[in-house]
């Protein structure tokens, strides 16, 4: 008889919803800002950019799916980013002034407000597999240059020369720059939401072409290039990071949500309206608990895409 009354209660918590949630669940990424329209883009290059865009949101869906958290959702999409030579972090880093590769990352955990981040680093193969090293086995949140590439090391992460990050695309973006004005090139990142309601972003870059020997931009700076907090959004930027962290743009998203109610569309939209009122350029990727979405940015184009539970997944490269 009582196993019959504990069937009979189990069945109508089922049939009142008690074995389902609304929690929606997905990710967005981007894969940099800047001059990128159709006129300068052939279509094997935009197909090859699309392909790498859909594996990296399907990377990170099926770990989502499968009840991973958001933050290996992160690690597991930029890593795919930084493998590929298409985009301006880890395999297809640009160049320093000084004919090295310097990469960054950062990594952000929005249930307990921990983070992770490396700076100038050489010889890491997924700088943001080295930021989540720093965050979970360290109580420090960002090492740099010699230090961060030894600390990886130490945690098994896969090394590699730095003449593997040498690709003829950024050299000759290297020499080009060297004619004339420093160059400006966008970055990698990744917000996602996962079905226990947690919030993670990460971002992980190679800089700007032609940059000083040490520069470091707003990519491993937490607040800055990366933040991710349950109680408001999490925030990947990319675009110049000097403006990115004189104005604290990702902290700025969440601040404008929790002290002035704004919505995750409206916070970020104010954010580069105020990058473009101080003359930078860039974007940001930004989404919030419920799983809303912002993608705004002041550039020609913004290689981004998203994929959520009751959505289709979807890639999008120019302006319109």
């Known amino acids: 008889m009582k196993k019959y009354i504990l069937l009979l209660t189990a069945l109508f918590f089922l049939s009142c919803g008690g074995g389902k949630t609304d929690q929606r669940f997905g990710l967005v990424i981007h894969g940099g800002a800047g001059t990128i329209t159709r006129e300068n883009m052939s279509a094997e290059k935009e197909a090859a950019y699309r392909v790498e865009l859909t594996a990296a949101l399907k990377t990170g869906y099926a770990i989502l799916d499968n009840g991973g958290s958001s933050l290996d959702a992160v690690e597991a999409v930029v890593r795919v980013m ?13 160049f320093t002034g000084a004919g090295t590769n310097e990469l960054d990352a950062s990594i952000m955990d929005g249930a307990t407000h921990q983070a992770g981040a490396v700076a100038g680093v050489k010889t890491v193969k997924n700088p943001i597999s080295a930021a989540r090293k720093v965050m979970e086995e360290t109580w420090h949140v960002l090492l ?12 098994g992460l896969e090394i590699v020369p730095n003449s593997y ?4 695309r ?3 973006s290297l020499l080009k720059a060297k004619e004339k004005e420093m160059e400006k090139h966008g970055t990698v990142g990744c917000v996602a939401l996962d079905k226990h309601g947690n919030l993670a972003a990460g971002t992980s870059t190679g800089g700007l072409t032609n940059k000083r020997w040490g520069r470091v931009g707003d990519s491993p700076i937490i607040g800055a290039g990366t933040y991710a ?5 999490g925030v990947s930027g990319t675009g110049q990071g000097e403006y990115f962290i004189r104005s604290s743009m990702a902290y700025d998203i969440a601040a ?8 995750v569309k409206d916070a970020a939209q104010a954010v580069i309206d105020k990058l473009t009122e101080r003359g930078g350029t860039g974007g940001v990727i930004a989404m919030d608990g419920k799983g809303n979405i912002a993608v705004p940015f002041n550039t020609e184009g913004m290689y981004r895409g998203f994929y959520m539970n009751d959505g289709e997944l979807t890639v999008k490269i120019y302006k319109d």
């Open 256 to 263: 404008q949500m929790e002290y002035n109610e704004k919505s």
């Open 170 to 172: 950024r050299f000759k």
């Open 165 to 168: 990050f040498h690709t003829e």
């Open 144 to 155: 740099a240059g010699d230090g961060a590439d030894a600390f990886a090391e130490e945690q």
């Open 229 to 233: 907090s349950n109680e408001t959004c």
């Open 82 to 94: 930084e493998d590929s030579p298409l985009f301006n972090a880890g395999k297809g880093a640009v």
